[in-house]
């Protein structure tokens, strides 16, 4: 990586510059260089296909991390996923989060709820106005907007939009008297009937989804449309490694909430095998988040994976391929957030927003800390954060 210009004032943008690899230099597959080139070294086709060189300006964006504090009753949470509801809806999925009863915007006092949702209206987040969504019980007490009846609770992963249906992601976990205190006990799917109407009267069923022996969390990583197919990606836990798989079923099939036999990528030598074949899944590319987005760039028609890299102290890094199945680039960094040098900092579950307004592309993060007290002293922690990138300008 050629670091163009980092600056100490977070105000500056940051610009960052991917080097070619030895993939990238190769002239495309077609020409008869090409095919001197490739017999030569012995290459398969598909690992020279020329890609883009991403250049990109990073700037902290405060008029949109605003947004996240226009509700005195939500005062904070992680995961932020995003899904295009379209009408310039966008549905916002988080993790655990807290919520003030009182709504003194305080997180003394506050109930932590496994998770929550809200609805932005307008596609930039410095003017958008947002609405957040809970449950209650009957003694009003907040609580996980998606429950659970036994000891397990839902962190929700991604989704999409299919035609006048939504499907849902999550990830089932249990407390944990190791790691950092909960382990996955699964994948579920949830397919929402009436997306248009607000979460509070959505009609919702829980999806049949099967099993899988490499403990992969199916769609908690991300999801998207392409061609005819819907695309779930997710990490293997507990592998620290966190190696990226993907499924895939049919559109019209998971349309109508039947995830109980996708396909999995079985490397390139394989291709798809059905979920019934017993064929070993292979990963896509290594060195994943439990939490990261891949979308594809619409001016590039390159797919972009944004993820953090790092435990604790993180960067923002992205990724690049031609296919969703690689071979993708190396990670490279396009983004330090000013709370590296936190103490007890964890800065963690980055993701693009491509459907967003305002910037060229929309990331988010996470902050968090070591020290659970401080909660309810910094809040600066524990609301998604928003950066702008936008590509480098040309000489």
């Known amino acids: 990586m050629k670091l163009l210009a980092l600056f100490n004032d977070v105000e500056t943008p940051r610009v960052f510059q991917i080097e070619p690899t030895l993939a990238q230099c190769v002239p495309r597959a077609g020409s008869n260089l090409a095919l001197l080139l490739l017999v030569a070294l012995a290459l398969p086709a598909w690992s020279v296909r020329a890609a883009e060189t991403p250049c990109y300006e990073s700037m902290p964006w405060p008029e949109a991390d605003s947004i996240f504090h226009q509700d005195p009753h939500w005062v904070g949470a992680d995961g932020a996923y995003s899904i295009d509801l379209g009408s310039d809806r966008t549905l916002w999925l988080f993790g655990d989060t807290w919520v003030d009863p009182e709504g003194q915007r305080s997180r003394r006092g506050a109930h932590m709820i496994r998770n ?28 996980a907007f998606f429950s659970r009846d036994d000891e397990s609770w839902f962190w929700p992963g991604h989704g999409a939009r299919i035609g006048d249906r939504l499907i849902l992601f999550f990830n089932r976990v249990v407390s944990s008297d190791t790691g950092l205190g909960f382990t996955s006990a699964g994948w579920n799917a949830m397919l929402i009937e009436n997306p248009d109407d607000e979460p509070s009267v959505w009609r919702t069923s829980l999806l049949a989804t099967p099993s899988n022996s490499l403990g992969v969390i199916v769609g908690f990583a991300s999801v998207l449309q392409s061609r005819d197919y819907l695309y779930a990606f997710g990490s293997q836990d507990p592998m620290k490694s966190h190696p990226i798989h993907v499924a895939r079923w049919p559109l019209v099939q998971a349309g109508k909430g039947d995830v109980r036999e996708p396909e999995w990528w079985g490397g390139r030598d394989v291709g798809w095998v059905a979920d019934s074949a017993g064929s070993a899944s292979r990963p896509v590319f290594d060195d994943g988040q439990s939490e990261l987005t891949i979308h594809l760039d619409e001016r590039s028609r390159e797919f972009v994976a944004v993820q953090s890299s790092g435990f604790g102290p993180a ?36 993701k693009a927003h491509p459907q967003l307004g305002g910037a060229e592309l929309v990331l988010t993060y996470s902050t968090n800390s070591f020290e659970f007290g401080e909660h309810f002293t910094d809040y600066t922690i524990y609301y998604p954060r928003f950066v702008r990138l936008r590509s480098c300008a040309q000489d």
Request: glycine share 4%; proline share 11%; net charge negative.
């Open 116 to 143: 929550s949702v809200a609805i932005q209206r307008g596609s930039d987040p410095s003017n958008a106005s947002i609405e957040f969504f809970w449950k209650t019980t009957a003694d009003d007490v907040p609580e």
């Open 315 to 350: 960067d923002l890094v992205i990724r690049t391929a031609s296919e969703l199945t690689g071979p993708w680039s190396p990670m490279q960094m396009v983004y330090r957030p000013p709370e590296y040098a936190k103490p007890n900092i964890m800065i963690y579950s980055a």
